[in-house]
């Protein structure tokens, strides 16, 4: 069982900059992570990924902005979040993912993802 805990999240200006932090432990190893958001009313999507080997995708809302990292030592995902606007506030999840293969075009659907955390708020005021 692989549990994943979110932290860094909290409140900040327009143009300001959080970093978010996603421990992950347990077994089987996740060779896909992800970081989702959801703000009220709208579904979860996609903000940026990573497979095992260091490749990653960002959401074309986030390119320039934001940047996924993982430190694989220490098994922790990152999210550095910069510029931040108020679109950006949401409630922003860590997910991970034990299958073999998932194809780059799907890394942002929510149900390839079977491990997630309970969720960072994320506010941004203008």
């Known amino acids: 069982q692989v549990q994943v805990v979110e932290s860094g999240g909290g409140s900040v200006q327009f143009g300001g900059s959080l970093r978010l932090s996603c421990a992950a432990s347990g077994y089987p190893y996740s060779r896909y992570m992800a970081w989702f958001r959801q703000a009220p009313g709208k579904e979860r999507e996609g903000v940026a990924a990573i497979d095992s080997t260091g490749v990653t995708r960002h959401a074309d809302s986030v390119k320039g902005r934001f940047l996924i990292s993982k430190d694989n030592a220490k098994n922790t995902l990152y999210l550095q979040m910069n510029s931040l606007k108020p679109d950006d506030t949401a409630m922003y999840y860590c997910?991970?993912?034990?299958?073999?293969?998932?194809?780059?075009?799907?890394?942002?659907?929510?149900?390839?993802?079977?491990?997630w955390g309970q969720g960072t708020q994320v506010t941004v005021s203008s």
């Open positions: 997910a991970a993912a034990s299958v073999d293969w998932i194809p780059f075009s799907a890394w942002f659907i929510p149900h390839k993802y079977n491990y």
